[in-house]
């Protein structure tokens, strides 16, 4: 079979432990400008000024190899997938699956089928919530989350609740925005009946330790459900080391295509699940008195999906695979101790979310400044940041503020967009003073 | 294109967000109103005091960006004594204003120092920002007047309604009845209870014009849901005409739902 029009090197088809620690030798160094070459968009004048885009945890930036592989994909390959007798639909279902594939080895996945698309990360909890959820939640049970959790990772479980009596339990964090272990623990009862918390927190950055927070919930006999959507664009992640039932990310955060998402989930969980939608694909054989569901993963995949979005994502992955997860997150770190340095030296910027183990999210406020205006006046230096409650209003509240503004690094931004960011934030405080 | 943020910052506008005018809970106030952005958490809190169809006075509080707080500053200026025609009209030229297209002339000669806020219309994203205290005002002045008084016990009867919201007659409470059967198919609650009929007028001879907006700029079946209402409405007997207006502002929120939809939500 032609997957030219995926751009596969030969040996990325099997990305071996060798050809791995080959792209992490030192003969390949971590080049940013090269790296901002591939991402068109960068080149873009935004108010007459060259865009400086520091909005990465809202949405990441795509490459030109994920544009070019969407337009040979629907050019060359197109139809749709698990159903054609012909030539058309075998080449669009192979490179489906393939990026399936692809994207078990990045997770760490023991098997292909473990891996389910999903719109995003936002439909990966709740189809976990209404499946896994409405068999194993009853009333009086308890879910445990965390108080830095993204609505995402708040709502679908609310509504789990209400529908089943179970109760939400939330584990506190400290001023400096790291999960507090102890009291979590202390909120693992019999009753305890799933832990949903993030890799990555959206607003402050904090790298939970999910190791321990998976080790000190399998010990009392409670699945783990990772949202990894701020996670996998800047850390490696081994689903299996990590030893979580389930692990949810988006594609769009990882420079993939939007409308495409992740939820791995080991495959004993999975195949006790009952299906999420009903339709076509997800059956064996439909008679009107009785339907036979398909297998892990078919069953979770009702209706035609998002075939060009998972071929983009595939993509996406490759791309960054090429890189390396492990040069990416040590320049992300060294960018992300430049960016903490310049823009705490601000007097009257106040950050939020210092936690010691965090990737490159600065949150803050500016005395005197309310977080839509410094975006506004941002927004007009070319510099592209969120201002707003970020999705996690019980966070906001934590930290006794409305709103914040965000910066969000991607291994494409540079010590330049720092110092733009910072001369910004003092333009903005002279104009408002 | 350069936008200068100075067009969308004056420097009166500035000078109303560092010191806001009438910024305080007015004592003998007999109207009160909340306004809420949750795009953007703006809080603005308008007090009333209402004689004779005319604001005698104002106060306002809350929390928000410089646009909103200027607003609320300049709008508590502006319309201190008018009359409610007056209000409602001074907020109609407002709205104009800082929603016209952004090569229209600027219309400035009849808002007075509100002109200020002409550069929001180069900033779809914070027109909002600047309406809030307006649609405030206005929900304060259409709200039931709440004594504020040292005596004990709820206000026991509501005064007349505002001149320019009508009591409901029967044709309405028809019409009411009629679009409660109408439903957004991924919403199990029906329109008027979701809160997006934002009024119903009956002409004399019949003929009924609906104000109402979707919760989502984007529905995709709009067109479907307005020819439903077109439909509905049509069907009352009494009703000669149907005009079915979808507008986008006020934005739809949560708040405006009915008890017993929030409640059939799961909401409450």
């Known amino acids: ?433 | 294109m350069t936008l200068d943020v100075r067009e969308l910052y004056r420097e009166a506008l500035l000078d109303h967000n560092r010191k806001p005018r009438n910024f305080r809970k007015l004592e003998g106030a007999n109207r009160t109103a909340e306004g809420y952005n949750p795009l953007c958490g703006d809080k603005i809190k308008v007090y009333l005091r209402i004689e004779n169809d005319r604001v005698s006075d104002i106060g306002f509080e809350g929390s928000g960006c410089a646009i909103s707080i200027a607003s609320a500053s300049m709008m508590t200026e502006s319309v201190k004594g008018k009359s409610f025609a007056e209000v409602q009209a001074l907020f109609e030229r407002f709205h104009h204003l800082v929603t016209q297209a952004p090569s229209a002339p600027p219309d400035a000669g009849t808002v007075g120092k509100l002109a200020v806020f002409a550069g929001v219309r180069e900033f779809p994203v914070r027109v909002k920002c600047a309406t809030l205290p307006w649609h405030t005002l206005r929900a304060a002045i259409e709200s039931r007047p709440e004594l504020v008084t040292t005596e004990s016990g709820p206000a026991s009867q509501p005064a007349l309604p505002p001149s320019d919201a009508p009591a409901t007659s029967d044709l309405q409470r028809h019409i009411i009845e009629a679009l409660r059967t109408v439903y957004d198919p991924e919403i199990p609650v029906n329109l008027y209870d979701l809160g997006l009929i934002y009024d119903i007028l009956v002409e004399p001879s019949g003929a009924a014009t609906i104000r109402m907006t979707l919760t989502a700029p984007a529905c995709p079946i709009a067109d479907m849901l307005l020819w439903q209402v077109d439909k509905t409405v049509r069907a009352v007997p009494g009703v000669t005409d149907v005009t079915v207006n979808l507008v986008w502002d006020p934005p739809w929120n949560r708040g405006m739902m009915s008890e017993s939809a929030k409640i059939q939500l799961g909401l409450t």
């Open chain 1, 1 to 433: 079979m032609d997957l030219t029009y995926l751009q596969r090197k030969p040996h990325r088809m099997s990305l071996s432990q060798n050809t791995t620690a080959e792209r992490r030798s030192p003969s390949r160094p971590f080049d940013v400008k090269r790296i901002r070459e591939d991402f068109p968009i960068l080149k873009q004048q935004v108010r007459g000024k060259l865009l400086v885009y520091l909005d990465n945890a809202a949405s990441a930036q795509k490459p030109q190899v994920v544009i070019d592989t969407l337009s040979r994909f629907y050019s060359t390959s197109y139809a749709n997938i698990h159903r054609g007798i012909h030539w058309l639909s075998e080449r669009a279902t192979e490179a489906y699956e393939s990026a399936r594939a692809n994207i078990q080895r990045f997770l760490g996945a023991a098997e292909a089928s473990e891996i389910l698309f999903v719109r995003g990360t936002t439909e990966a909890i709740n189809l976990v919530a209404q499946t896994y959820g409405r068999t194993h939640v009853h009333a009086g049970d308890e879910i445990l989350i965390s108080t830095m959790e993204h609505h995402s990772n708040i709502v679908p479980w609310q509504m789990l609740c209400e529908a089943t009596g179970a109760v939400l339990r939330v584990a506190p964090i400290n001023d400096d925005g790291e999960l507090l272990l102890d009291e979590f623990e202390k909120l693992l009862t019999p009753r305890t009946k799933l832990v949903a918390i993030a890799h990555v927190s959206n607003v402050l950055g904090t790298i939970n330790p999910i190791r321990r927070i998976v080790e000190l919930a399998h010990r009392h006999n409670v699945p783990v459900l990772v949202d990894g959507a701020q996670a996998v664009p800047h850390l490696a992640v081994d689903v299996q080391a990590m030893d979580c039932d389930f692990y949810a990310f988006s594609g769009h955060k990882l420079f993939g295509p939007t409308g495409i998402g992740v939820l791995y989930g080991k495959a004993a969980l999975l195949e006790a699940m009952p299906p999420y939608q009903g339709g076509g694909h997800m059956i064996q054989s439909v008679t009107f008195e009785k339907t036979t569901y398909n297998k892990v993963p078919d069953r979770f995949e009702a209706g035609t999906p998002n075939i060009a979005g998972v071929v983009g994502l595939g993509a996406a992955i490759d791309y960054m695979s090429d890189i390396g997860l492990e040069a990416i997150t040590a320049y992300e770190r060294e960018l992300l101790t430049y960016a903490t340095d310049r823009v705490s030296k601000i007097a009257e910027v106040r950050l939020i979310g210092t936690a010691k183990d965090k990737t490159g999210v600065l949150s803050f406020i500016v005395d005197g400044i309310h977080p839509h205006d410094l975006g506004t006046i941002l927004d007009n230096e070319g510099i592209a940041i969120r201002a707003g409650h970020h999705c996690a209003q019980p966070l906001m509240s934590r930290f006794g503020v409305p709103a914040t503004a965000r910066a969000s690094l991607a291994f494409y931004n540079t010590q330049e967009d720092i110092e733009a960011l910072a001369a910004a934030i003092h333009k903005s405080i002279e104009f408002f003073r």
